[in-house]
């Protein structure tokens, strides 16, 4: 299907279904909504612990670093898992287990950059929140093999010696500057030397405490690397989060609007009766040649025809001189699918406007099923079928005079002897005698799906013209009655739709299905 093809087929679906389409948008967001502002507030706690001390260290090491970084990502795994979940449930007698504690309210995010761990709880209780956040911290801190209160210890002790050792490096240093001083003041060789050594030893003193001095600090440092510390607790948030109500309800506006255009689409190509506005043209390929009303009377007089009936009428005749061109003599062929006495009046209405125009007309009751024809014009006698069971007769013997001295009609005859009996394949010869009679031969033929006749007859034809009866025929039926013409190679130039007054197209008192023929018939 080409683009263009294909655009106005989606046209005409939203044209048809718009209702639907609408409809399904504004559920789709009304029920959004509706769920969003029925939702209970939700709030937002955050606490965060440092790992480790290496930042706060006044010679932070980049390995330090990079073992607290790995420390950080395995604490905020373990903040989700039950170790740690239970016992804070537990201690505040939360009413929800670990797993939707875990899954549902808790997150947790790394910040490498500053060996922070950052707990997020989401509940619909502030206080709540804030309260699970910090317990969540104490029971990380409490899991980590090194408690605060003996790192505590150590850090005190460790800070005393270091302390005492500054202390002691600087009387050291005292001492050395003091006899660096009194040396330049001494003369005896003795005393110099004797300086000298005490020097020697204090410089030896001073090393030896530096060193333990450096020792104390790294391990200061080091004992503090798989430890945990809040840096930041979690307070009760003032504000829930934004409910976000525009955008979602827009975005389910949209994908309810998609949604009805699919199923829009979806019932379109599901739907296999002639509803109100179904465009023919896209359903079945045929353009609509005129909307024929059922419930005026046949046009009898010059006053009918400005009846919705007679100005129908006009335009299916107009739209046939359109397509017949400017032929001499043309056969027109008015079928359907099935056999219906409303096809009898549309081709009556249109002999009689034909004749009327001045043109010679002949009306040819081809429906060998039935005499609806013969009805409507109060016509008997021989007719076509004593044409078809004996070719060589004069046509102009069989032709019988009707209201309008134009039109001519050549009956059925229908309840001859054997008349379903008769040799259908003349039907070439009876077409070409009729043609060289008139200007114009309208043919009310069989019907495509009861009777080969039309399939027969359809190939001699210059132009046939489809009435759909939207309460009695589906639109697999049209289909398959064209499909059974054009198979033949007729000239199929559109279709007329059938107007009853009180038209659905699921009527309920659609008539039982006729039967159909084989394909093969």
């Known amino acids: 299907m080409q683009t263009a093809d294909l655009l106005q087929r989606g046209l005409y679906i939203l044209r048809r279904w718009w209702w639907l389409v609408a409809l399904a948008g504004l559920a789709s967001g009304a029920t959004a909504g509706y769920l969003i502002h029925s939702q209970p507030h939700q709030y937002v706690a955050r606490t965060t612990l440092m790992v480790g001390n290496n930042l706060r260290s006044p010679s932070p090491k980049d390995n330090i670093s990079g073992v607290s970084m790995t420390l950080a990502g395995f604490y905020a795994e373990m903040a989700r ?17 670990a797993e939707t504690l875990s899954e549902k309210m808790i997150s947790t995010r790394v910040i490498p950059q500053a060996q922070l761990i950052e707990i997020t709880v989401l509940d619909t209780n502030a206080e709540r929140a804030a309260y699970i956040a910090n317990a969540l911290a104490q029971e990380l801190i409490a899991y980590s ?18 302390d005492d050792l500054e202390r002691k490096i600087n009387a050291v240093d005292q001492q050395i500057d003091q006899l660096k001083t009194s040396l330049q ?14 020097l020697r030893e204090l410089e030896t003193i001073k090393a030896m405490d530096q060193g333990t001095y450096q020792g104390l600090l790294d391990k200061l440092n080091d ?20 409910r976000r109500l525009f955008p979602i309800t827009a975005l389910a506006t949209l994908l309810g609007l998609a949604l009805g255009l699919v199923a829009a689409w979806l019932l379109e190509g599901w739907d296999d009766t002639w509803g109100r506005g179904r465009r023919t043209d896209l359903v079945i390929g045929q353009p609509l040649l005129a909307s024929m009303p059922t419930g005026w009377a046949s046009l009898i007089s010059e006053s009918s025809l400005q009846t919705p009936r007679g100005r129908q009428c006009l335009a299916l005749r ?17 079928t359907s699918a099935f056999d219906a006495s409303e096809r009898s009046r549309v081709s009556g209405d249109l002999a ?77 010869r009876a077409v070409h005698a009729l043609a060289r009679q008139a200007e114009i031969v309208i043919f009310d033929g069989p019907a495509v799906l009861q009777s080969a006749d039309a399939t027969l007859l359809a190939p001699h034809i210059s132009a046939i013209v489809l009435v759909i009866d939207p309460a009695r025929e589906s639109c697999s039926d049209t289909r398959r009655a064209i499909d059974r013409l054009a198979g033949v190679g007729a000239n199929i130039v559109g279709v007329v739709m059938l107007e009853h007054e009180r038209h659905t197209a699921r009527m309920a008192a659609r008539r039982a299905a006729p039967q159909t023929i084989s394909a093969e018939a």
């Open 81 to 97: 898992r039950s170790p740690i979940t239970e016992p804070v449930i537990e201690r505040l007698n939360l009413p929800f287990d």
């Open 145 to 162: 093999p090194t408690s605060p209160e003996k790192i505590e210890d150590q850090r005190q002790f460790t800070q005393a010696q270091i």
């Open 185 to 198: 003041s001494m003369t005896s060789a003795g005393e110099i030397a004797e300086a000298q050594q005490r």
């Open 223 to 242: 004992s503090s690397i798989n430890s945990l510390a809040v840096f930041e607790p979690a307070e009760t948030p003032l504000t829930p989060l934004p």
């Open 318 to 334: 107009a739209e046939l001189l359109l397509r017949l061109g400017s032929a001499d003599r043309s056969t027109i062929m008015i």
């Open 352 to 428: 009689r406007l034909f004749a009327r125009s001045g043109q010679q007309t002949i009306l040819v009751d081809a429906n060998l099923a039935n005499d609806a024809l013969a009805d409507l014009f109060k016509a008997s006698g021989a007719g076509i079928q004593t044409l078809l069971r004996e070719p060589d007769q004069p046509v102009d013997a069989l032709l019988q005079a009707t209201d309008h001295p134009e039109l001519a009609l050549l009956p059925g005859d229908v309840r001859a002897p054997n008349a379903q009996l008769v040799p259908t394949l003349h039907w070439p």
